[in-house]
């Protein structure tokens, strides 16, 4: 499985966007990358996926560097309720059902 | 309705116990998953049913048997566990493999503790 490195924690102020990044250096051309959240008691909630282009949903915007061996995941107006952990989880087509999460960022969100 | 059920919620077995965790969606998903989830670590893929058929094992102790009846339903049987096999168990459904829309849903999980 392809690896994913995202920081350990991050802070941030509510009201303000939010940009969580993720490398992706061993990435292949069959990778899509997913993101998830998980929120305290709960289980993890699809975020966003994509390819090679960005994408925006209501949720959150992706960013996927041209050489794609990174993405950043950009909340536009963080919330108290987006803190959570995010999950950056490479998902390859060929074996598509396997979804497996690295460490993750813990988001803090301050009022 | 876009909702993985999980039942119990809670559940609390001895070690020489035979339990069974369940798991429900109706979404017409033809992929379904087990995770285990420790205190703070990101879940940890178990098991993947693809068109109800065992596709991916990820090297779990024969202790944890699971089973899908049929599209709908995911069991997790287990016997003879320890202690450190309490955690969060959480189950998920998705469509499978090059659908576009690939995204997984997950349960609330069944909070398992073994004494």
């Known amino acids: 499985d392809a690896k994913t490195t995202q920081p350990n924690s991050m802070e941030s102020n509510e009201e303000e966007p939010v940009h969580l990044p993720c490398n992706h250096s061993?990435?292949?051309?069959?990778?899509?990358i997913h993101w998830y959240r998980q929120l305290p008691s709960q289980g993890p909630e699809y975020v966003i996926h994509?390819?090679?282009s960005n994408v925006n949903n209501r949720m959150a915007s992706l960013a996927i560097a041209e050489d794609r061996k990174s993405s950043t995941l950009i909340l536009h107006r963080a919330t108290l309720r987006d803190a959570a952990v995010y999950y950056c989880?490479?998902?390859?087509?060929?074996?598509?059902?396997?979804?497996?999460f690295g460490a993750g960022t813990i988001l803090r969100v301050k009022s | 309705d876009t909702e993985v059920t999980q039942t119990p919620k809670h559940l609390v077995m001895g070690m020489t116990n035979k339990k069974s965790l369940k798991c429900e969606q109706h979404m017409g998903h033809r992929a379904m998953y087990w995770y285990k989830q420790k205190a703070k670590k990101p879940p940890e893929l178990m098991f993947v049913?693809?068109?109800?058929?065992?596709?991916i094992n990820e090297s779990v102790p024969s202790r944890f048997s699971p089973e899908c009846p049929n599209s709908s339903l995911l069991n997790l049987h287990l016997h003879a566990l320890q202690p450190e096999d309490s955690a969060l168990y959480l189950c998920?459904?998705?469509?499978?493999?090059?659908?576009?829309?690939?995204?997984?849903?997950f349960g609330q999980g069944t909070r398992l503790t073994v004494v």
């Open positions: 061993t990435i292949s051309g069959t990778d899509y």
């Open positions: 994509g390819l090679t």
């Open positions: 989880i490479l998902r390859d087509v060929r074996y598509g059902n396997k979804l497996v």
């Open positions: 049913y693809s068109y109800e058929k065992l596709s």
């Open positions: 998920a459904s998705s469509h499978v493999g090059r659908q576009l829309n690939t995204e997984a849903f």
